[in-house]
């Protein structure tokens, strides 16, 4: 091998050390922000890096897939409403989009900060399906009390603007990731409470047994005729027993930061438990009704994406294409 061949591989190997510094640098960041966001205590556990490595990969890849699959930039504009189908579908008026831009404060302040003409946001809505009867054209027959489906968006949000689509896919990211931190810190919190509660009542029922056994010991018994049926006993013994096994049931240390960090990597090697995301297709008329997807003369059809928060929150979701002139009204 000459010189100038070693001199290329030498050069080849110096562009990916530094390439594959760049990515380790990232991702050092990255857990970083996550152990900030959910439990900075975290720190004190010896090698929480290493620990998180392998499971902040795995989120990050579900949430960039997920985030990646979310269409648009669309252009958000009254105008637009009744020349494009998604926009005539998600808003019962252009009347209803420009409202919604010029009382967006998150928008404006963007806009009169930044001082671009055009931003990239995430518009997101509540989907709403219900039946409604009506006339239908089956064949050459006109039939009456036909149930159809009615496709109906309230809530809408406009959130997150910045100047590029690369920008807020980067930001949405971010956030998906924070919805992880989240979780874990709940899910912590709320075995802290439960342990918390049970605690206390097993100290109060133990307080209480305590004290009416020395009262079948004592003069007040004897006064009163007797002690108290054997059956009381054995029901709050059996009632602390019951505590106790579900204190047991607890882990072990919960609140702790290895407890933090534990749950943060569950969250993150299994994200689907705490945000999944699927893409819309549908074809809707002028008036509101969900059409036959298989039939391509129902009209052009419009796609979104559906994130939801298990058991919280479903919303469907584009990228927006907003004009600051349309926004600040000028």
């Known amino acids: 091998m000459g010189f100038m061949g070693i001199k290329q591989r030498w050069t080849q190997y110096r ?179 439960i342990r918390e509660e049970l605690t206390a009542e097993r100290r109060n029922l133990a307080f209480k047994i305590k004290i009416l056994q020395t009262r079948d010991r004592g003069l007040e018994c004897l006064l009163a005729g007797g002690s108290r049926p054997p059956a009381e006993d054995e029901k709050a013994q059996q009632l602390l027993a019951e505590i106790d096994q579900q204190l047991m049931a607890l882990e072990p240390g919960a609140g702790t930061p290895r407890d933090f960090l534990r749950k943060l990597a569950s969250f993150l090697t299994g994200p689907d438990t705490a945000l999944t995301a699927k893409n819309l297709e549908m074809r809707i008329d002028r008036m509101g009704m969900k059409q036959n997807e298989d039939l391509t003369e129902n009209g052009q059809a419009i796609v979104m994406a559906e994130l939801e928060i298990p058991g919280r929150l479903k919303r469907v979701a584009i990228l927006a294409n907003v004009s600051a002139d349309e926004c600040l009204g000028s």
């Open 15 to 193: 562009e990916q050390k530094r390439v594959q510094g760049q990515s380790e640098a990232a991702l050092v960041e990255l857990i970083e922000r996550m152990v900030q966001d959910s439990d900075p205590s975290i720190r004190t556990v010896a090698g929480y890096r290493q620990q998180l490595r392998t499971p902040v990969e795995n989120a990050l890849g579900y949430i960039e897939g997920l985030i990646s699959a979310i269409p648009g930039p669309f252009s958000l504009s009254g105008e637009l409403w009744d020349k494009d189908p998604l926009m005539h579908a998600l808003f019962a008026t252009p009347g209803e989009i420009k409202t919604l831009l010029q009382n967006c404060v998150e928008l404006t302040s963007f806009f009169q900060q930044s001082g671009v003409k055009t931003a990239v946001a995430f518009l997101t809505a509540r989907k709403v399906e219900r039946t409604v009867f009506g006339t239908a054209l089956q064949g050459e027959i006109l039939r009456r009390d036909v149930p159809r489906r009615a496709v109906e968006f309230y809530e809408h949000r406009v959130v997150a603007p910045l100047a590029t689509e690369a920008e807020i896919r980067r930001e949405l990211v971010h956030r998906g990731l924070n919805v992880l931190a989240m979780h874990a810190i709940e899910a912590v919190t709320r075995d802290q409470a």
